[in-house]
């Protein structure tokens, strides 16, 4: 197996700022290696475990599917039945589970910035994969949607890339715009504009769906969070409403051009963001998304296993 950039070596993978263009490259190719059946044997057993103490489908499955996968033993957290119900706090469930013996830990928790602490505390030496703080870094689903995007057009110099959806909370559009604009990409806004504040406009203009559909490379759609679209009264959607308005119904996806591709981080709400038949149409990559998340989660706790001094071959 041959990787055309040098194999990343992190101590933690917590934030898409802390990595260059060469470092997210060797990311994808590193990933696509596993893809292709790249396998690592390990010095020693290396135990893993994924604190999520906010909730998930693809992030916690797939991180413990990379780890099963490159050999690491798992151990299991359920967070309502944890300690967390007698008031410990998150960096003490994570120095627990270091004391116990865990290596590498994937952590998920609403609070921004969570990680600064755990990285700057100096009893915690676990190596941390973000799995999702607040509505700051998705690093691991930033990759991935990277890994999607270069899979299909090799490239990343000057493709149009629009970001559409509940821009304000969303970690994945935070993580996506930087590190799209670094390689390259263009990047463009979508959905009501009222989410669209000053934060986004230093990467990309607003425009309406109906025109980034005629030009996009990549439309890449976000989750409308439920209490936002439950209310009219509010100043919310109807689900009815917000897709008339900002999602991609059957006529908009069939003025796309013929090699641009839809994508969402899932899960997605059918029929408010996409059109429930578009979920799953030809132009869509939101399962090999998923697909790919498994890779990328391997080729990030790798990063850390090298860091650590703990790998004995990669073949
Ligand atoms: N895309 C994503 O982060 O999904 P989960 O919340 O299910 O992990």
């Not at 000057?158 to 970001?163: H, N, Q, S, T, Y």
């Not at 029929?271 to 799953?280: R, S, T």
């Amino acid at each position: 197996m041959m990787q055309i950039t040098k194999p990343v070596s992190f101590e933690n993978v917590v934030s898409m700022e802390d990595l260059s263009t060469e470092d997210v490259l060797s990311f994808i190719h590193e990933a696509q290696d596993f893809k292709t059946g790249k396998q690592i044997e390990l010095k020693r057993p290396v135990y893993a475990a994924n604190l999520f103490f906010e909730s998930s489908t693809r992030t916690h499955t797939s991180f413990e599917m990379a780890e099963r996968k490159l050999g690491l033993q798992v151990v299991n957290f359920d967070p309502s039945n944890s300690s967390l119900s007698k008031g410990e706090s998150m960096s003490d469930t994570v120095k627990t589970f270091q004391a116990i013996g865990v290596d590498l830990v994937a952590i998920r928790d609403k609070k921004n910035e969570y990680y600064k602490d755990l990285i700057a505390d100096p009893n915690v030496h676990v190596g941390i994969a973000n799995g999702g703080d607040g509505s700051g870094q998705h690093p691991s689903q930033s990759l991935l949607d990277m890994m999607t995007i270069y899979e299909e057009f090799g490239h990343f110099e000057g493709l149009k890339v629009a970001i559409v959806g509940d821009l304000t909370h969303s970690r994945v559009a935070r993580s996506n715009m930087e590190v799209l604009t670094m390689l390259g990409a263009h990047v463009y806004f979508g959905g009501p504009k009222k989410w669209y504040t000053e934060e986004f406009a230093k990467y990309g203009e607003w425009m309406p769906i109906d025109d980034l559909v005629e030009e996009m490379d990549v439309m890449m759609f976000l989750r409308v969070q439920h209490e936002r679209i439950a209310d009219d009264e509010n100043g919310s959607f109807s689900a009815e409403k917000y897709h008339a308005q900002y999602g991609l119904t059957a006529e908009r996806e069939s003025r796309m051009p013929q090699r641009s591709i839809i994508m969402h981080p899932a899960p997605v709400n059918r029929g408010v963001e996409i059109a429930d038949e578009l979920v799953e149409c030809d132009k869509s990559r939101i399962f090999e998304q998923m697909h790919n998340g498994v890779f990328v989660r391997m080729a990030i706790m790798t990063s850390m296993l090298r860091n650590r001094d703990l790998i004995k071959e990669e073949y």
